[in-house]
């Protein structure tokens, strides 16, 4: 198939969403109307997308929960993917346009100056991104969408404002973006996460939990040395928020299994913005956030070990789950979170209850 | 040639603003004790010796002591400790007229607030390794006093000892005859 310049920046524009490539042509006229032919070619592309991103990991066998059983299979086994069904609506067509047609307007401007111009880049967002009755297809591209948009250069301002509104229309992008601001959404942060644990599209996090592990790590160690000390504060409190909510729900809904994803982003922090010990965290995190009181640099020390202290929580967890005797309801998922905490989380225990000590000040 | 003249200044009305500028930081540590006894019983223990330490009980349970110019609070839970300073000093200005003193007693209370924030965020700091320094010395007879109490419920204590480590930490050796 044959296509035009702006045709060929339109593809550009989806693939950057889906697989995070650059965007480099320059088009004349972007695509308002795609005819159906290229309409076609997206629709292939994103499914293509999703499904890579999905296969990824679930082509593997594994062993998860299906009401409180354990079952092996790999993603496309009827045991383990049964009722799930990757479903898009109108609101990844819509993404996909209404990005193309303004992503080069809203990323121009270096700096978001003023009310004025940030209620504009935030009306320009609201026609980017629908939020409205999406389904789990969306929910996948929104997610990639986010990890993806972080790439592209842009004020820091917008791209806060792409996270939180895609954050609104799928549960997945709003454990992508760990973020807590849900105000607009009719459902609450609980609400949304319980729409993700629910049997048909829990699929999509026992997919991605690798995908997942990685975001999580890149975003808290951007949180911990992007912007003033006030903002750092302030994003590691509401990735907290957000974490501590997810195991909570695990637990809830008997899927603590799932917290593999946060077992492998503590390795991967353990290895990059928390190596070197409690003291290296303490002066990288503090570095550069300009603040002079101790109540201040305290209140940014005590977010990061409120992220942190989401491993006492899973500990906690196992503890209460190790007690579960054969036959007790909740047997199955303790002898996989058992096995979780041997092979990924007590490894680290030691190191991440060291930094809890040092960020809170312990004594004892 | 030259030629006189006569010029006359105003006397300008100076106008003196004063006012007082005050910064307060505190900074928090958690107490994070080893469960050899219930909570309250460890709590109360530390409260114990922290009132021989010269710290002062409050009716809420809270405890408190003056490092200098620093205070400290325990809080009531027994989980907190908490170190505040405060730093203050008079700003004055002078100006001709009241917009340009109000303009410049705001510039110098600005000024003075970040040197304040500072002298009291030192202060802290300077006082910082004496706090941790007496509670840990505190919270270490809490655990030799627990740790007795422990053994003493499980049986009759034959001796107690306690000496020094080769890395210099408190080694403490219970015998006790269990019946």
Known sequence: ?364 | MSRGYRVRLPVPSWRNMTTRVEQRDALALDVGMLAILGEGEMTELLRERLAEDGWARAADGSMQRQFGEVSVELAPDGRTVTARASAGKEVKVRAISEADANQRLEKAAKSAERELSRTAAERLGAAEAEIRGTLQAALQKVYVEALQRKAAAMGQIESVHEGRGSDGELELTIKVRVP
């Not at chain 1, 524009?13 to 290229?38: F, S, Y």
């Not at chain 1, 895609?166 to 009719?186: H, I, N």
């Not at chain 1, 982003?265 to 190596?275: I, K, N, P, T, V």
């Open chain 1, 1 to 364: 198939m044959r296509v035009s310049v702006d045709e060929g920046h339109a593809l550009e524009v989806l693939d950057m969403l889906c697989r995070g490539r650059a965007v480099r042509i320059v088009p004349t006229q972007p695509v308002i109307e795609p005819r159906p032919e290229l309409v076609e070619l997206a629709g292939r592309r994103i499914a293509a997308s999703c499904m890579r991103a999905l296969t990824l990991a679930g082509r593997r066998e594994r062993v998860v929960l299906r009401a409180g059983r354990r079952v092996r299979g790999r993603i496309w086994d009827a045991v383990r993917s049964a009722g799930f069904r990757l479903r898009f609506t109108p609101a990844s067509f819509e993404l996909w346009v209404q990005t193309t047609q303004r992503l080069a307007e809203i990323t121009r401007d270096r700096e978001v100056e003023g009310e004025g111009s940030t209620r504009r880049v935030r009306r320009q967002i609201r026609r980017i991104i629908k939020i409205a009755e999406t389904d789990t297809g969306d929910w996948l591209l929104y997610a990639l969408a986010v990890r993806h948009l972080a790439r592209v250069e842009m004020p820091p301002p917008i791209r806060e404002e792409l996270g939180r509104r895609l954050s609104l229309g799928s549960p997945l992008a709003l454990l992508f973006a760990l973020e807590d601001r849900v105000a607009e959404s009719e459902l609450t942060l609980v609400e949304q996460i319980d729409r993700l644990l629910a049997p048909s599209a829990v699929v999509l996090v026992e997919c991605l939990d690798d995908l997942l592990a990685a975001q999580w790590a890149e975003q808290i160690a951007a949180a911990m040395r992007g912007g003033s000390g006030e903002r750092r504060t302030e994003r590691l409190e509401a990735i907290g928020v957000v974490l501590e909510a997810w195991v909570d729900r695990l637990d809830a809904h008997g899927r603590l299994d799932l917290c593999r994803s946060l077992g492998l982003a503590f390795a991967r922090l353990l290895a990059g913005a928390w190596a070197g010990g409690p003291e290296d965290v303490t002066m990288r995190l503090l570095a550069g956030a300009n603040l002079i009181q101790r109540s201040q640099r305290d209140a940014l020390l005590r977010a990061l070990a409120r992220v942190v202290r989401v491993y006492e929580r899973l500990l906690a967890a196992h503890d209460r789950l190790a007690r579960e005797g054969f036959g007790d309801p909740r047997y199955e998922e303790a002898q996989l979170v058992i096995g979780l905490h041997r092979e990924l989380l007590r490894p680290q225990g030691r190191e991440l209850t060291a930094l809890v000590n040092r960020l809170t000040g312990r004594i004892g």
